[in-house]
C-alpha cells in the first residue's frame, strides 16, 4: 500500500556528512545533560512511600493530585488500579517525616477533601528496591541490544549489525537526554518506552536493508550510496503510513491518558522522531561507510569443475 510513488530517487547519502553532523551535535548534548543534571527518578527507583487508598464512589484523580500538591510535593503518581474508587499513590521521602507519619500527613489533607476515603493499606519502599530495578532496566537494555546484533548479523551482515546497534543507542541516548535537559520524571513506564523504541528503530532499519539486500541483488551496476538512495526513497511512503498511523496513537495517549502515560507516550514520541531519521540516515550512512557491498550480500557460485566456462555461473541468490 502506498499513498504516492516517488519516480526519481532522492539523493540522501550526498547530504550523509551534514545529517550525521547534527546526529553527533545531538548526541554529545544529550551525553552532556545526562551527566550534568542527570535524570529525575521516579520514586521507584528512589525509594517512597507507597499508599492504597478507596472511596465510596468513583475517585476524582485531579482532586487527589491537588490535595497532596498543597503539602508541597512536586512529582507524585497518583493512578486508579482495580477500580475506578481505587487509587494507588506513590510519594518520595521528606525530611523529618518517617512513612508511618508521612501516611498520616497525606490522609489528612485527602479526607479535608473527601471524608470518605480510607487507607487500605501504606508501606515504604527503600531505596535498595531501586537500585535493583535500575540494575535489571540495565540488564534488559543490554540484552536487547545484543540480541539485535546477533539477530541483523544472521539476517544480513556484521556491519548492518553495527550499524544499527549505533543508530539505535543513538535514539536511546537523546531519548534520555530529553529526560535529563528538561527534569522530566523517569519511571518504569518511561524505560519500558525506551525498550519498544528499540525494537521499533530495528523494525525501520530491517525494512530498509532487505531493500538495500534485495537492490544489490537486481541492480548490478548501481555504486553503495546509490543503492541506499534507491531503498530509502522506495520505502518513503511506508514509513509515513506505519510511523504516521502509530504516532496517531500515541498523540491520543499525550493528550487523553492522563499524567500517568503522559511521560510514557512523550518518549515513544521522541523515540519515533528519532527513530525515523536514524534508520534511514545515520544507520544506512554507517553501513556505507563502513564499505558493504553486494559481495557481502550475494555470494558468488564456483563454476562447475566439468565446464569451466559455464556462461551461467556466477552469483546466486
Known amino acids: 500500500m502506498e499513498f504516492f510513488r516517488i519516480h526519481r530517487t532522492i539523493p540522501f547519502m550526498r547530504h550523509a556528512l551534514a545529517l550525521n553532523?547534527?546526529?553527533?551535535?545531538?548526541?554529545?548534548?544529550?551525553?552532556?545533560?545526562?551527566?550534568?543534571?542527570?535524570?529525575?527518578?521516579?520514586?521507584?527507583?528512589?525509594?517512597g512511600t507507597v499508599m492504597e487508598i478507596t472511596y465510596s464512589q468513583s475517585a476524582d484523580l485531579e482532586k487527589v493530585r491537588g490535595a497532596i500538591g498543597k503539602l508541597g510535593y512536586q512529582e507524585v503518581m497518583v493512578q486508579n488500579f482495580g477500580s475506578s474508587r481505587d487509587v494507588l499513590i506513590r510519594v518520595?521521602?521528606?525530611?523529618?517525616?518517617?512513612?508511618?507519619?508521612?501516611?498520616?500527613?497525606?490522609m489528612g489533607a485527602l479526607r479535608a477533601d473527601s471524608p470518605?476515603?480510607?487507607?487500605?493499606?501504606?508501606?515504604?519502599?527503600?531505596?535498595?528496591?531501586?537500585?535493583?530495578?535500575?540494575?535489571?532496566?540495565?540488564?534488559?537494555?543490554?540484552?536487547?541490544?545484543?540480541?539485535?546484533?546477533?539477530?541483523l548479523a544472521f539476517r544480513f551482515e556484521w556491519k548492518f549489525a553495527l550499524a544499527t546497534v549505533i543508530a539505535n543507542l543513538h535514539d536511546v541516548v537523546?531519548?534520555?537526554?530529553?529526560f535529563a535537559f528538561f527534569q522530566w520524571e523517569f519511571s518504569l513506564a518511561v524505560l519500558a518506552a525506551v525498550l519498544a523504541v528499540l525494537g521499533y528503530s530495528v523494525n525501520e532499519s530491517v525494512v530498509i536493508f532487505d531493500r538495500v539486500r534485495e537492490t544489490f541483488r537486481r541492480q548490478r551496476k548501481l555504486s553503495t550510496p546509490e543503492v541506499m538512495n534507491y531503498a530509502i526513497t522506495s520505502t518513503?511512503?511506508?514509513?509515513?503510513?506505519?510511523?504516521?498511523?502509530?504516532?496517531?496513537?500515541?498523540l491520543s495517549m499525550f493528550f487523553f491518558g492522563g499524567p500517568t502515560l503522559h511521560y510514557f507516550s512523550l518518549a515513544l514520541t521522541i523515540g519515533i522522531c528519532f527513530g525515523i531519521y536514524?534508520?534511514?540516515?545515520?544507520?544506512a550512512s554507517i553501513a556505507m561507510w563502513l564499505g558493504v557491498k553486494r559481495e557481502d550480500l550475494v555470494k558468488a557460485a564456483p563454476a562447475k569443475k566439468d565446464d569451466p566456462n559455464d556462461p551461467n555461473a556466477g552469483a546466486t541468490v
Do not use: C, W
Open 92 to 106: 518520595p521521602p521528606q525530611k523529618g517525616l518517617n512513612s508511618t507519619q508521612q501516611s498520616e500527613q497525606l
Open 174 to 178: 537523546i531519548i534520555l537526554g530529553f
Open 236 to 250: 518513503i511512503s511506508r514509513t509515513i503510513i506505519t510511523h504516521g498511523s502509530t504516532q496517531l496513537v500515541v
Open 278 to 283: 536514524s534508520s534511514a540516515f545515520v544507520a
Open 21 to 47: 553532523a547534527v546526529s553527533i551535535i545531538t548526541f554529545l548534548l544529550a551525553v552532556f545533560f545526562l551527566f550534568h543534571k542527570g535524570l529525575h527518578l521516579s520514586v521507584e527507583f528512589t525509594g
Open 116 to 151: 470518605d476515603v480510607q487507607l487500605r493499606r501504606s508501606e515504604f519502599v527503600g531505596p535498595q528496591v531501586g537500585d535493583e530495578l535500575t540494575s535489571n532496566g540495565l540488564k534488559a537494555l543490554a540484552m536487547v541490544v545484543v540480541g539485535i546484533m546477533i539477530y
